[in-house]
């Protein structure tokens, strides 16, 4: 089993920025992809950022990319999303999950990744 805390969420106006923080513990391994989605009320739990565990590469979804930064902290059991430029629409849940697999493509899909965190709430105001 592995463990999953997420921080770092709260309340921003909309232009702010959030970095949030995932700490993994319990069976981890090196070869673990660590993504990081969000889920809104009445919607799907949806991608939003991932690291590739071999070479730290990253990916975005459309509606993140150039505004969001995802990282590995240098002990490679936290990983980061800095939330530049915030807006409304990101108002979200945002877990944290690891894919055993560590492939490459990365996963976008939710029922591809084994452990989840429990959430952080993100909310922006306009």
């Known amino acids: 089993q592995v463990q999953l805390v997420e921080s770092g969420g709260g309340l921003v106006q909309a232009g702010g920025s959030l970095r949030l923080s995932c700490a993994a513990s319990g069976r981890t391994r090196e070869t673990q992809n660590m993504g990081w989605f969000r889920q809104s009320p009445g919607n799907e739990r949806e991608f939003v950022a991932a690291i590739y565990w071999y070479n730290d590469r990253t990916d975005y979804a459309d509606s993140v990319q150039g505004r969001w930064s995802a990282s590995r902290g240098d002990a490679k059991n936290t990983v980061y999303l800095q939330m530049n430029t915030l807006k409304p629409e990101d108002t979200a849940v945002y877990y944290c999950?690891?894919?055993?697999?560590?492939?490459?493509?990365?996963?976008?899909?939710?029922?591809?990744?084994?452990?989840w965190g429990q959430g952080t709430q993100v909310t922006v105001s306009s």
């Open positions: 999950a690891v894919d055993s697999s560590g492939s490459w493509p990365i996963h976008r899909k939710a029922a591809e990744y084994d452990y």
